[in-house]
Structure formats: structure tokens, C-alpha cells
């Protein structure tokens, strides 16, 4: 079935049949599979709309296909094209024939889909749209059509992530721009508080860095705390502290640069979370090394003193990993080199604690000027 060659030949057959035989075959459902077994009572529509066949497809609509039908567990074809058809029946997960579409990136569906009028904004169990989905997967030309039929771009699944947030994260920039163009919450945070120039920084994006900033994104807003993170995820429905500290320990060193990485993959799965929890995009941009990041932070009244629960600045991240390019733009731009931590290390300290002699060298040379200049 996969090739197209193969399907033209079992049309023209397929249409050599009298009228009746056509439809018996359109709505014959499988009875061969065990009920218990997943696929049983599939129907050809369902197995052509998932594999994305609309020739075959718009064959069983010209023949009285029952477009409601539906497997054992639920799930009903994609294209609900008869007059009085549900185009909106989800399966037990609540994932609508849109959002499947939606998610594959079938564009051909999504737009037959779209002229029966469904309800665009219809979300599944975890709350993902159909917007949601095809941006999480960067399907832009679907992202582009759902927009045009009014989606709500700020609609988020049940962990806070906008469509918007999800393309930052993904570094979609494509999708980023449709998405802007229909004025979104630039500054929505997800539960545990990161939004989408918090992404951008992380990933090290400069150009979608620069165009969120360009929108009036706030680049003060901090990840929220670790107690409030803490509660948000006590009675979460699926997902654990344990597992989100796993998951921003392993996002960390999936978007790191080599050197970043190796320092990452000797620290704790606490360590890293203790860096994400009330950072800011320019800790996070100081802690990741995203100087051109960081240099265009620099240029939106960024707090560049800006302290977390435990007093640490962005310069210590800097000092921390040994970004000696970072220090520099941070000294320059007047960046507080006596601001101490809870425990009483100052960046200095950091940066000896850690052997950068080179960035040892440029503060001692910096506060030096600063006795100078303030004598």
C-alpha cells in the first residue's frame, strides 16, 4: 500500500465493482484480530487515514463509508465527512481525528478535516491541541492552517507548555514567527516556570532570542523556586520530582556544548536542577555558554545582578564553568563582583575553586581597578 503505483492499480479495480459491492468493502471491519489485542475491529478507513492515503480516502467517501465507526478501543477513522458525522469523536485517550492529523503532519487530512469544521481547539488527555502537537513536531505548513481557522495560541497541555513555548524549546524558528504574528503570551510559563526566552536562551538561539526580546519579552523572569516546584509536582497527575529533576538533568546535557557537558556529567542529578530553579534566561545563557545570548540579553535591560535563592549571580555561573568571553561581557557591563553567596563564596572564590586561572586573573585585575577608582 505504501506505494502510490500499487494504489492506483487497486482503485481501478476497486472501481470496476458494482456500487454495492463497493460499499460493503468501504465498511467492512476486521474481525480477525483478538479483541483483546490492540488494532482489532479496525476498519479501512482508520488504517488509511493513519498511514496518511487520501487517495484511498476519498475512494470509501464516495462509497457511504460509516465515518463514525470505531475499533474495539475506541479509535475512529480521521476524515468524518457525511453530513451528520461526529468530526470531533476522540478515541478513550481523547485524541480527535485533528490532533492525530495534527501530530503525523498529514497535511492533505488536516485540510479535508478543516472544511467540516471541527473543533480546533479540541485537546486530548494530557492537553495537547492540535496546534500544540504539530508545533511540538514542526509541521509548519499545518501550524500555519490551524492558525488561519482562529486555534487558541495560547492553549497549553496539562505541564503548562504553549505552542509557543514548545518551538522555543525545539528551536523551531519557522514556527516561531507564524506563532508571534497572532499575539501569544509571550511571557506564559510552563508549571515549574520556564517560558519560552528562558528556552531560547538555554538552547543558545540568538535568532529567536532576539526576535522574543523584539516582541517585549520579559527577560527577567525567573524558573520558579525549588519548594514551589516542589508542591507543583506532590500531587501531579503523571509525573514526579524525581522525574522532573531527571528530566531538566538530561535536558541540560542534551542541548550542552561539549566542555559544558563533561562538567554537567560528573555533577548530580540535584546539581543540575539546583542550577535550573529560580535562574533567569542570562543565568542559564552564563551557565551554558551562550555568549551571543548573553551579549544580546545585555542590550534589554537585563537584571545582570539578579541573585537566586541561594545568592547566586550569572557571573558565577560564568566563573563556575570557565566561560572567561561571558566574564568579560559581564564586567563590562558593570556586573557586581562583591556579591556573596549563602555560604560565603564570592566569584572569585569560585573561579579559584574551580582552577580558571585566566578569569582568576581578570577579576583580581577588575576589583583592583574598582579599589582604584573608588579610593
Known amino acids: 500500500m505504501k506505494v502510490s503505483s500499487f494504489r492506483e492499480k487497486l482503485l481501478q ?159 523551531n524558528i519557522s514556527i516561531v514567527q507564524l506563532l508571534l504574528k497572532h499575539k501569544p503570551d509571550i511571557n506564559a510559563q510552563t508549571d515549574d516556570g520556564g517560558n519560552a526566552l528562558y528556552f531560547s536562551a538555554l538552547n543558545g538561539n540568538i535568532d529567536i532570542t532576539r526576535l522574543l526580546l523584539e516582541n517585549n519579552a520579559d527577560c527577567n523572569i525567573c524558573m520558579h523556586s525549588k519548594q514551589s516546584i516542589a508542591e507543583t509536582y506532590t500531587n501531579h497527575r503523571r509525573l514526579t520530582l524525581d522525574k522532573e529533576r531527571q528530566s531538566w538533568f538530561d535536558f541540560l546535557l542534551e542541548k550542552a556544548s561539549s566542555n559544558v557537558r563533561d562538567y554537567i556529567s560528573d555533577k548530580t542529578v540535584d546539581y543540575g536542577f539546583d542550577v535550573v530553579v529560580s535562574s533567569s534566561p542570562l543565568h542559564i545563557a552564563c551557565f551554558m555558554g551562550r555568549t551571543d545570548v548573553v551579549h544580546c540579553l545585555l542590550k534589554y535591560h537585563v537584571n545582570i545582578n539578579m541573585t537566586k535563592e541561594d545568592g547566586t549571580t550569572p557571573l558565577f555561573y560564568a566563573c563556575e564553568v570557565g566561560h572567561e568571553d561571558i566574564v568579560r561581557l559581564l564586567l563590562d557591563k558593570e556586573a557586581d563582583t562583591q556579591i556573596c553567596r549563602l555560604d560565603g563564596k564570592s566569584p572569585l572564590n569560585i573561579a579559584t575553586d574551580n582552577g580558571h586561572s585566566s578569569i582568576v586573573k581578570m577579576l583580581t585585575e577588575h576589583i583592583k581597578k574598582e579599589e582604584t577608582l573608588s579610593s
Open 13 to 171: 479495480n476497486l472501481l470496476q465493482l458494482d456500487q454495492s459491492q463497493q460499499v460493503t468493502l468501504a465498511n467492512t471491519k476486521d474481525t480477525v484480530i483478538p479483541k483483546e489485542d490492540c488494532g482489532s475491529g479496525s476498519t479501512p478507513l482508520i488504517l488509511t487515514c493513519y498511514d496518511g492515503y487520501t487517495d484511498m480516502v476519498q475512494w470509501m467517501l464516495h462509497n457511504d463509508v460509516d465515518m463514525d465507526q470505531c475499533r474495539d478501543d475506541g479509535v475512529s477513522g480521521l476524515l468524518m465527512a457525511k453530513k451528520d458525522a461526529n468530526v470531533d469523536l476522540c478515541n478513550k485517550d481523547g485524541w480527535s481525528p485533528l490532533n492525530t492529523a495534527s501530530k503525523r503532519g498529514d497535511t492533505n487530512i488536516v485540510k479535508l478535516l478543516l472544511e467540516k469544521d471541527p473543533n480546533v481547539d479540541l485537546c486530548d488527555k494530557d492537553g495537547n491541541s492540535p496546534l500544540l502537537l504539530a508545533s511540538l513536531e514542526g509541521h509548519t505548513d499545518i501550524v500555519k492552517l490551524l492558525l488561519e481557522m482562529n486555534s487558541d495560541v495560547d492553549l497549553c497541555d496539562n505541564e503548562g507548555f504553549t505552542p509557543l513555548i514548545t518551538s522555543c524549546s525545539s528551536n
